[in-house]
């Protein structure tokens, strides 16, 4: 048994025990859907990053950048991630004001539709049940190849891994193990990616040697490498499907049931708050260092096949036997932790969302529903084969334009209807997932990002067609009124400064990143490709130098606004919080 093999074993045998002895605390159902309502902030971040991070990033995009993207996903501005802080200021806090124990629930409270509520069931049970198939099987073959299992034993290992705990402690052992997870491979991931670096000669030496790199021409621009064979046969095509699939993905990340029903098990609203800002921080890191260190690679090797095998090959070939292993485990526990969310979200939906009307259901039932939700995950990750990215049309994007819109109308907009929101919900749905379908089948080819904008304006469309036809009904309305109301307990001075602090640090990072990025991509750089101006200045007539200033103009006037909403909302000096705080007091005297 090998070092790699024990330090596996070691951390799957700390995530179940961790995560059951949590599920000694179970006393009812809010505790196994939403944690008892009382995480800190720690296991909120912990939970909202583990649970979108999975072997896609570490295998699969680590790969898109040692092909050719490198410079191009290193140097664009982080639009997805705004969805984390515009999702919590715009929707999350709203969602956790709910008080459902699913954000498909909330769907159903606040139009008072239990068919509107089903349907969201039915995308969280199709969307993640498909997802919770490809991020099984990926653990098993990365356990397989990395420890030598066969596939049939490596699958029921990662299997157990994750089902116990989840169907033994629920929503508080899940976030609980993907907080461990994510400090894991995160702390991983940074130690690997300096080694590699430093032995590169350090990142400006590395950078100006991948700008030479002739095999892969471009890898290192602010394009990568485009044109012929390519997706993107100019520079306008890379940006425009750039853009839009980040602007797809920020609004994955604001209201996605993998991302939004994290809220639901918040301590209150600041942790919603400070949560999301700091997860924006984490991933932007954690894509940084991935990203970069996948174009990195080629410095070493410019010919892995098959290349989603990059970061596998750079841990067994490029770095101490003890530092490869934690990063193959980092990136297990990073599979492990998405499987244990979508499993929890599956089984959730089964028992709480789906069937005519709402089940009196038990802890304990809920256990068994979970228990055999998993089993069906299993058979099925069995006969599937391992390679079903087709499932991967039911993922992501498609929340974007069926939850997208619905969802944050459903807080900001006085006239949705329920039969707009529920036909809203449909047609986003369907009409990203047939011209998806459509394309992947090859009957006819469109860009990427075609089926994401298409479900999205479809599901306006409908929703102003529809709202026009009916009208909003008295229930609908005090709901959503009442959603507007802070918590008397949120309004408060102290917690409001202390939550100012995270858009603070987005500022921060919104300054000097860009100085950063110039001192340490654009100049060396520029001297790779013999760009660099005479006197060893930047020179501004490239795109890679123009790009880095986005950096500022998107983050700082978004973190500003941020903070200008955090101090209004809970101001206790406000006319409306005043009545608020009146109110509890007087309610709390009598």
């Known amino acids: 048994m090998n070092t790699l093999t024990i330090t596996i074993g070691v951390s799957l045998l700390i995530y179940i025990v961790v995560g059951s002895y949590a599920g000694r605390s179970i006393k009812k159902l809010d505790d196994y859907y939403v944690a008892g309502r009382q995480a800190p902030t720690l296991l909120i971040l912990g939970t909202l990053v583990a649970s979108v991070m999975s072997t896609s990033i570490f295998l699969g995009e680590a790969a898109f950048t040692y092909d050719g993207q490198f410079g191009a996903y290193l140097l664009f501005p982080g639009i997805a991630v705004t969805g984390y802080m515009l999702g919590a200021l715009f929707f999350g806090v709203y969602l956790r004001r709910s008080r459902a124990p699913t954000v498909a629930d909330f769907f159903g409270r606040r139009f008072h539709s239990r068919r509107l509520q089903q349907f969201a069931g039915f995308t969280i049970i199709l969307g993640l049940g498909g997802y919770l198939l490809i991020v099984t099987q990926g653990a098993a073959i990365l356990l397989s190849d990395i420890t030598g299992m066969s596939f049939i034993e490596s699958l029921v290992v990662a299997w157990l891994s994750y089902t116990l705990f989840t169907m033994y402690s629920g929503s508080k052992g899940v976030i609980i193990t993907d907080t461990l997870m994510f400090l894991l491979f995160m702390a991983a991931t940074a130690v690997f990616v300096v080694y590699i670096v430093d032995s590169f000669g350090g990142i400006s030496t590395a950078i100006t040697d991948l700008s030479r790199l002739k095999s892969k021409e471009g890898i290192a621009s602010w394009t990568g490498i485009i044109g012929e064979g390519t997706s993107w046969p100019t520079a306008l095509d890379y940006v425009i499907w750039a853009v839009v699939m980040d602007i797809a993905w920020a609004f994955v990340y604001a209201v996605g049931p993998w991302q939004a029903s994290r809220h639901l098990m918040a301590r209150d609203e600041h942790v919603v708050l400070r949560a999301a800002i700091l997860a924006s921080f984490c991933v932007i890191v954690l894509q940084m260092l991935i990203y970069g260190i996948g174009g990195l690679i080629n410095l070493a090797n410019a010919n892995i096949t098959p290349s989603e095998t990059v970061m596998i090959w750079a841990a067994r070939s490029l770095v101490p036997e003890i530092l490869g292993a934690l990063l193959l485990t980092g990136i297990v526990a990073a599979a492990l932790s998405s499987a244990s969310t979508f499993l929890s979200l599956v089984g959730f939906s089964i028992g709480n969302d789906m069937g005519s ?197 998107l983050h700082v006037p978004l973190a500003i606004m941020a903070m200008k909403v955090i101090r209004d909302r809970y101001d206790p000096q406000s006319k409306a919080n005043q009545k608020i705080l009146r109110r509890a007091f007087l309610k709390d005297k009598t």
């Open 357 to 553: 009307k709402p089940l009196a259901i038990t802890v304990h039932t809920t256990r068994k529903i979970m228990l055999i939700t998993s089993l069906i995950a299993l058979v099925c990750c069995y006969f599937f084969p391992p390679n079903i990215f087709w499932f991967m049309l039911f993922i992501g994007t498609v929340y974007a334009s069926s939850w997208g819109p619905v969802g944050l109308m459903s807080i900001w907009s006085k006239r949705i209807t329920k039969d707009a929101a529920f036909w809203g919900m449909f047609s986003g749905f369907f009409m990203n997932v047939i011209p998806a379908t459509i394309d992947y089948l090859d009957i006819y080819h469109m860009p990427e990002y075609y089926p994401p904008v298409i479900g999205t304006v479809v599901s306006l469309a409908v929703i102003l067609v529809v709202s026009a036809r009916g009208t909003v009904s008295r229930e609908e309305n005090v709901y959503r009124l009442r959603l507007h109301r802070p918590s008397p307990s949120d309004i408060d001075r102290a917690k409001t400064r202390k939550t100012l602090l995270a858009p603070l640090g987005l500022i921060v990072y919104g300054v000097t990143m860009p100085l950063v990025m110039l001192k340490y991509y654009v100049i060396p750089y520029q001297i790779g490709t013999g760009e660099i101006l005479s006197d060893g200045s930047v020179n501004w007539h490239t795109g890679e130098a123009l790009i880095t200033l986005t950096i500022f103009m």
